[in-house]
Nanobody, 114 residues
Framework: EVQLVESGGDMVQPGGSLNLSCAASGFRFSNHDIFWVRQAPGKEPEWVSGIYNGGSSTYYRDSVKGRFTMFRDNAKNTVYLQMNRLKPEDTAVYYC???????WGQGTQVTVSS
């Protein structure tokens, strides 16, 4: 059974930090690019970041560049999203996904509010 399980979401104040994790199982994790996608209330999902299967390259949407860092540990079948200097507009449910086979996690809520 394929599983992607996100964790680490929380409520933080603007300027705060969170570290999201996504633990994968049921597929050959190291062979696949992994992405973070978020969806804010009333809005369409938007891609946040991605990392190549070897972990050598990462890419980010412009609004999070310089604040978010994505990395992976293939030995642990886990990807991470370190989020710094959070803003209220980062509030959303964050999903990790393996798009090549359309696998998605259940999401973790991030709320940035004073």
């Amino acid at each position: 059974e394929v599983q992607l399980v996100e964790s680490g979401g929380d409520m933080v104040q603007p300027g705060g930090s969170l570290n999201l994790s996504c633990a994968a199982s049921g597929f050959r994790f190291s062979n696949h690019d992994i992405f973070w996608v978020r969806q804010a209330p009333g809005k369409e999902p938007e891609w946040v970041s991605g990392i190549y299967n070897g972990g050598s390259s990462t890419y980010y949407r412009d609004s999070v560049k310089g604040r978010f860092t994505m990395f992976r540990d293939n030995a642990k079948n886990t990807v991470y999203l370190q989020m710094n200097r959070l803003k209220p507009e980062d509030t959303a449910v964050y999903y990790c996904t393996q798009l090549s086979q359309n696998y998605w996690g259940q999401g973790t809520q991030v709320t940035v509010s004073s």
